[in-house]
């Protein structure tokens, strides 16, 4: 495991002499260490209810399941195997199964086939899995079943349900019409008024039969917003809706998942999907969403731009592995390049990966030493790389371990579940030890799951995304190997400040040096931190950051030694990176606004075809040229455009540069060009990352074919800032690559 511990402690001696000069004093601040992680970007490694799933029949007895003879299309020839081993194989973790109930719409469910599940979700448990469930009274035609005996079949299958909840990620709504995918029944018409209470009642009745803890996932967004605008559901209720697709990217609308109409009024499919987007709990957590593809691929593309797009914007946490292959394959033949912390990688591996949470330790301080029955501190900094948050309640524990004696510390302020994508904080925690044996332990951060009879199985933990610290017999994360608690021993003293300071900085590079520093054992290297982040971890005492961002920079750099103690850091040393020197454009240039043609009183571009402006705050509305480049200065109104008017299929990258006044302008306009318009922010770049407008000059480079765009009849570039956004956005160039 690659750490470090940084130490600061006031001297015990001086507070004394104070106090004995001077009379009493503030207590000295207790010592505390900083733990810096190395991240781990490209492993794929299970963890508990997130990833890919595979189906089979958890109720195997032909006698109660006419379903189980294999003969199901889209099931593997496995699908009776409660060992589950290819599933294992495949390292996942969820598996689904129906529940189907087709000889039983008429009459009670027989005590068999309770007994059947009973003991097919005891195997789940002893395989370390869990399962995703959905009762279905027929496969592929309609279903008439009384709302009563639904509600029958709710009240004898919910015993089960409770008991085995440790066991269950969640429940798919189900029951209704074909496949229990609310269609092909007469309670499933989004538009008929006069069958929402019926739908309703029977969501009610899955969750008040349900332990609290578990979810539910409604198959199309229009029903959740029938439920949390049409009917009395409570906050608590909504809390556990969340939403399964079984058509992702079949094609523009996923196959009718998004293009219901409701009596509650009409909404097109952007608004559906963009209530998909804002999908929240109460607490601020996100809700379960899943699913499946279907034999249709009208919405996938080569790239694999539109897969990471809506699983990211979406927040997936599970889908089916087995179902269905024109999507699943193209996938796995699909490269996609490296971009931000993702490596290159097939687009499967790259899903697999991110299905989900995958939570990455930065950085964690806390108390060291320690003692046994005081106060104990700890924080710190990590990130999400997934694309969701852990859905279900976990609890969080410190583990101090030492081989002999384990004390499990629960954190009770922390709830994982917060943990969404992006750059995450735990705030400073305070907790008491128990009275601990005094020595030195391991520090570990345990995750377990939050069924009590699950927490000794690691198969439940989750592991985080760092490399040497995940203990797979133990399934907790190590976040130092030596804690003193107690009576110190050894080496229990940090090294001396080193002195920083910097040379000339050449382009974005920036040479630094420092004075060696000195430890009562001895220095085994040093850190050095650009603005607060470690960019390094040299054994010398000289480094050169190279690629350098333009701007001004603060680095301070830190001694380290063999027990992984870190000094304080060194004094603060700041310097200024200059904005490399712009290359014109190449390519076909639209313009580079260098004042030829004039701009606006020529409007005309660089390829001689129209362009100007209107409703910007500055140049009488059509925006300023000057120092060749287009400043667009906007409030919620501005417009831009540029004729291209011609073929432009011989050039891949459509390529503006451009800076914002304040960074992040991105959200607060649209691109128009060759039939796509989309925010700018929602555009897609090689590797599936997305633009971000920082306040120095870059060339933002879009893949025409993936973004949609037709390059053999790009017609009109336009900027449109009706967005809710106010700044200055200035264009340096924009080109055809």
Known sequence: MQHTLRVRAAAVAAAVLALSLIGPVRPAAAATATVAFTGDYATVFTNPERGFHNRYEIINDPAVNDYASNTIPGFNPDMLDRTFARAKADGDTLIHSYVHLDKYQTSDLPQPLLDNLTTGLAAIRAQ??????RVAYVWDGYSAVTEPQMERHIDQLAPV?????????HLEAGFFGAWGEWHSSPYTASSEESQAPVRAALVKKLLTSTPASMPVAIRYPIFNYEFAHGTTMTTQDLDRLGFHDDCFLADSADMGTYDQNSWLGWFDVAQKKQWVYDYATSTGGNKIVGGETCNASGGNDAAGVNAQYELGHQHWTEINEDYAAVNTDLWKS???????????????TRIKRKLGYRLRLTDATFSSPA???AAFTFSAHLSNDGYAGIIKPRPVYLVFDDGTHRYNVALPGVDPRTWKPGALTVPTQTVTLPAMVSGSYKLALWLPDQAAGLRANPAYSVRLANTGTWDAAKG?????????VGACTGDCTAPTVPTLSAGTVNGQSVPLS?????????????????DGTAVATPTGTSYTDTNVPAGSHTYTVTARDAAGYESPASNPVTVTVNAPTQPPPVGLVLDDFDGTPAYPSAAKNDLGRWTGGNCFLNGSGNGVVAGGSLALQYNNCGWFGSDVGQDVSGYTYLVLRIKGASGGEQAHFSLSVGGTTKVFGDFTLDGGGH??????????????????????????????FWYGGNSTVTVDSISFQ
């Not at 490269?335 to 990688?345: M, R, T």
């Not at 907790?476 to 003193?484: F, I």
Request: no cysteine; charged share 10%; hydrophobic share 45%.
């Open 514 to 530: 420092w004075s060696g520093a000195t430890d009562n054992v001895g220095v085994t290297g040093y850190r050095v931190y650009r």
């Open 128 to 133: 370390g899995l869990k399962i995703v469930l």
């Open 691 to 720: 633009p971000a407008i920082t306040t120095a000059y870059q060339d933002i480079r879009l893949p025409m074919v993936a973004n949609g765009i037709n390059r053999a009849s790009p017609s009109q570039l336009a900027l449109g």
């Open 371 to 373: 003692a046994p029955g």
């Open 334 to 348: 699909t490269a996609v390049a490296a971009a931000g912390s993702d490596p290159a990688e097939t687009l499967f």
């Open 161 to 169: 349900l409770s008991a085995n909840a440790d066991v269950i990620m």
């Open 476 to 484: 907790y994360n190590v976040l130092a190997g030596a804690v003193s």
